[in-house]
């Protein structure tokens, strides 16, 4: 009996032993857990690198000028499984400028800003917002850690106040090289120039256009009411076939490049032709060109038809230059600015003149003052 009791005595003496080894090894295993280092990874240069990469962003799509008006850098971490990651994240505001030489519309750039930034960044994540008095592009930006965990690095939003009103300008009646084609070319304001067709300086004035950063259109000639006035080469009338029509639209686009639209010169007989204008405007929405109406005539039908075919177009409000007189010139502008404020779109027709020239550039500042933007007629057709 003695020696049973001490048998079970030294069991319990062995298992307490046992549990006290247990108790000691997941002492040790919690110990070393709690004592386990993170792998720490820093991203701070990859979030510098990016930083550069947005200031040339902003250069190469020209908003270098556009003022900061706020910049701000927060110090974040983020930890997943074993790893341990540390970046900045930036913040950035700025307010796109609307007037001036380096002015843009930026609900019109918008798009062209988001495709520049995908291109340059390997996330983005764009909003836009448009409120009553301001309109709002943010963009989201950052990269892939790791290969698959996205990290924010950068909010980017660009903000404008949309501007009273617009006006185009279209310049017609280049073609010829005349005096004040190089002056209203200088203007660093959008202007949309017209060019005739088969003139003997239409390819040279059309190539100087672009080189200026403006808007081309064709000034296409069409059949006045008056028989005895030529509209010259490249005319179309309203005793050709629609398929002459087309013919000879088709011939004057392709003389010229990079058009964007069509107005009419002359054409108080052919714009007051349905059919006419209808065959016109078959071509252009085949081409995805618009059409201003230059509204020679009372009884033009042409944005009417347009409007019916669902082609972009507009319609001249007035022409500028009736008396080339700089002094009137700058009187019918400003006048037509205030009109511009009540109707918030118009569009207005000049022509290559020395007078228009001095008279446009002259008066932008004042337009400007009124919160009158000028824009390029492709952003006023509907």
């Known amino acids: 009996m003695k020696s049973k009791k001490i048998g079970i005595l030294l069991i319990c003496i062995l298992l307490s032993m046992v549990l006290l080894s247990c108790s000691k090894e997941s002492e040790e295993t919690m110990s070393n857990k709690n004592n386990h280092k993170l792998i720490k990874v820093n991203y701070k240069g990859v979030v510098a690198n990016l930083e550069e990469q947005l200031k040339k962003s902003l250069s190469q799509l020209g908003l270098a000028r556009?003022?900061?008006?706020?910049?701000?850098?927060?110090?974040?971490?983020k930890q997943v499984t074993d790893y341990l990651f540390t970046w900045d994240y930036n913040y950035h505001k700025f307010e796109v400028p609307l007037f001036g030489p380096h002015g843009k519309l930026l609900s019109d750039y918008k798009e062209e800003i988001i495709a520049k930034f995908k291109d340059d960044f390997p996330i983005v994540k764009a909003n836009w917002r448009i409120k009553e008095q301001e309109r709002i592009l943010t963009l989201e930006l950052g990269f892939l850690a790791q290969s698959d965990l996205e990290l924010l690095t950068h909010k980017v939003t660009f903000v404008q106040q949309p501007p009273a009103a617009k006006m185009a300008i279209v310049i017609d009646d280049l073609g010829f090289n005349r005096k004040g084609t190089e002056e209203i070319l200088k203007i660093k304001r959008p202007l949309t120039f017209a060019v005739l067709p088969h003139r003997p300086f239409s390819k040279v004035d059309a190539k100087l256009v672009k080189e200026a950063g403006q808007e081309l259109i064709l000034h296409q000639p069409l059949e006045p009411l008056n028989p005895k006035v030529n509209p010259g080469a490249g005319a179309?009338?309203?005793?050709?076939?629609?398929?002459?029509?087309?013919?000879?639209?088709?011939g004057n686009l392709a003389n010229l490049p990079q058009l964007q639209g069509i107005n009419n010169h002359m054409g108080s007989k052919a714009t007051a032709n349905p059919r006419v204008m209808k065959a016109i405007i078959e071509v252009l929405k085949k081409k995805g060109l618009y059409y201003v109406d230059s509204s020679t005539a009372h009884n033009s039908v042409g944005f009417e038809v347009a409007q019916k075919n669902n082609l972009p177009t507009a319609a001249n409000y007035l022409f500028i230059d009736n008396i080339d007189k700089k002094k009137e010139i700058k009187e019918m502008l400003l006048t037509l600015g205030k009109i511009a404020l009540k109707e918030k779109e118009m569009v207005v027709i000049g022509h290559v003149r020395e007078n228009t020239a001095l008279a446009i550039k002259e008066v932008i500042p004042k337009l400007e003052k009124m919160g009158v933007k000028l824009v390029f007629a492709s952003q006023l057709v509907q």
């Open 66 to 77: 556009a003022d900061s008006l706020e910049h701000k850098r927060k110090a974040k971490k």
């Open 236 to 250: 179309i009338n309203s005793t050709m076939t629609n398929k002459e029509i087309k013919s000879v639209l088709k």
